[in-house]
């Protein structure tokens, strides 16, 4: 059973940085993603970045250039920089990880079948 575990976030003003962590657990799949969901009050999950198991990335596009994504060596842990954060990216910030390579639809949330419990970023003016 595979099991996320998120830390990081907090508290920030405009234009501040955030680390976020997810330690991933009991994954034995040869290839796998891991990816980064956030969901803002009132509004629908979406998906942030994600990174599969070769390092292959990608990003939503109101993230690209100020969020990277990024694994350890071991490919169990990925992490979350987030740059230049704007009150937009405020947030409960989910991991999530699910069997198979990078592909289209990567951040397409229906896909991913493990979910982390959730971590919030604010970003205040």
């Known amino acids: 059973q595979v099991q996320l575990v998120e830390s990081g976030g907090g508290s920030t003003q405009s234009g501040g940085s955030l680390s976020l962590t997810c330690v991933a657990s009991?994954?034995?799949?040869?290839?796998?993603?891991l990816a980064w969901f956030r969901q803002a009050p009132g509004k629908e999950r979406e998906g942030v970045a994600a990174?599969?198991?070769?390092?292959?990335?990608t990003y939503a596009d109101s993230v690209k250039g100020r969020f990277t994504i990024s694994q350890d060596n071991a490919k169990t842990t990925i992490n979350l920089q987030m740059n230049g954060l704007v009150t937009e990216d405020t947030a409960m910030y989910y991991c999530?990880?699910?069997?198979?390579?990078?592909?289209?639809?990567?951040?397409?949330?229906?896909?991913?079948?493990?979910w982390g419990q959730g971590t919030q970023v604010t970003v205040s003016t």
């Open positions: 999530a990880a699910r069997q198979g390579v990078m592909y289209t639809s990567a951040l397409g949330r229906a896909s991913y079948n493990y």
């Open positions: 009991g994954v034995t799949y040869r290839y796998y993603l």
């Open positions: 990174i599969d198991s070769r390092g292959i990335t």
